[in-house]
């Protein structure tokens, strides 16, 4: 898990926002938080 979160650090430049990324089997979608800032927020969360 670690290794993947640094793996998003250094290449947060290429991921576009609303795309599905998988972490240690859980999914995640990116979000724009801001200026610069791109969030990943589990899609659980996201379904209603």
């Known amino acids: 898990m670690d ?6 650090k250094r290449h947060h430049q ?3 926002v609303g795309s599905i990324v ?8 990116t ?3 801001g200026t610069g800032l791109v ?3 589990p899609v ?3 379904a209603s």
Do not use: K, M, R, T
Not at 22 to 29: L, P, Q, T
């Open 39 to 41: 969030v990943l927020v």
């Open 22 to 29: 998988v972490i240690a089997g859980a999914a995640f979608v």
């Open 3 to 8: 290794e993947a979160v640094d793996w998003l």
């Open 44 to 46: 659980v969360l996201l």
């Open 14 to 16: 290429g991921l576009l």
């Open 31 to 33: 979000v724009s938080a």
